[in-house]
């Protein structure tokens, strides 16, 4: 899929976005002042915050795998998506460190890859 037609279609989403990165960034930098139901409430709207934009990730590459997102982690600097492909074997780190998105991988035998 083209990139303008990707951003296109996820315009309406950008200021949903926006509110759940904010509250993310609010949780994350005053955790005493955010409750633990509302806490809960975060992190789940975060996880759909990155799930929403890694599924962006797959509809650009077009690739030709399936994609394990069932797995996250939560430490003190952020919060991560575990996206795994099936293909590859190989998990990718997708999340929100502070206040920065990052995407990492390690990959091993580099040289297989096309």
Not at 40 to 53: A, G, H, S
């Amino acid at each position: 899929m083209e990139i303008n037609k990707i951003i296109t279609q996820n315009a309406p989403k950008f200021n949903k976005w926006e509110e759940q990165h904010q509250e993310f960034l609010f949780e994350n930098f005053n955790p005493v002042s955010v409750n633990r139901q509302e806490s809960e409430r975060i992190f789940f709207q975060t996880n759909e915050l990155l799930i929403d934009i890694a599924n962006n990730f797959f509809a650009f590459g077009k690739f030709k795998d399936e994609w394990d997102t069932s797995k996250c982690s939560l430490d003190y600097t952020g919060q991560h998506l575990l996206l795994k492909s099936k293909k590859m074997d190989i998990e990718f780190d997708w999340g929100l460190q502070e206040d920065r998105f990052f995407l990492q991988c390690y990959i091993y035998n580099g040289e297989n890859l096309r």
